[in-house]
């Protein structure tokens, strides 16, 4: 059964969407890659993703999230935010911080809708590149940002609790891609 993308709604989160994407965070990391932690190490992982952290993001507008629903539960979600990454930063540049698709939304046109919007907000926001990682392991997602333009720029250890996860950087040069992909 595949997910009917003709009932979601994609929009701007705000405050009050601090709860859903909390709880949409944990989901969808449990769920992509929790059978890869200890119990302990994924639990000191999830602080990043409590209902407080979530509201004063979206309060900063450093940060923006574009968050789909379906049947008026989140499914999905793109951050956008300043660069945090251990990189060097030789233009404008802005970071997608997290993409996060529920399972059953996968392979929908969701991520392609998201990624226009990525696109688009990090150029109206003034930057020249996009910067993101994600896990070496994680094939799908990273041909997914491939298909887009991404590469490769450098590994990054990425922390879950003391687990140590090896990550790509990837960078685009916005002002390379296109508009948008297909």
Not at 122 to 150: I, K, M
């Amino acid at each position: 059964m595949t997910a009917d993308t003709t009932r979601c709604r994609f929009r701007t989160a705000g405050g009050e969407d601090a709860p859903a994407l909390a709880a949409l965070g944990r989901k969808t990391f449990i769920e992509t890659f929790g059978h890869l932690y200890r119990p302990d190490d994924l639990a000191a992982f999830l602080v990043s993703h409590e209902e407080e952290r979530w509201r004063e993001q979206l309060a900063d507008d450093e940060f923006v999230v574009r968050i789909v629903e379906a049947d008026g539960k989140a499914v999905a979600y793109a951050k956008l935010g300043p660069p945090s990454l251990p990189f060097e930063v030789s233009a404008p540049s802005i970071e997608l911080r997290q993409f996060y698709v529920l399972r059953p939304w996968q392979g929908t046109s969701i991520a392609r809708e998201l990624m226009d919007w990525v696109l688009a907000e990090a150029r109206q926001r003034g930057a020249e590149q996009l910067y993101l990682s994600v896990f070496v392991d994680n094939h799908r997602a990273r041909r997914f940002y491939e298909r887009h333009g991404f590469t490769f720029v450098a590994p990054y250890a990425f922390m879950v609790g003391n687990h140590a996860d090896e990550d790509h950087i990837m960078r685009l040069d916005l002002n390379e891609a296109p508009e948008e992909r297909r």
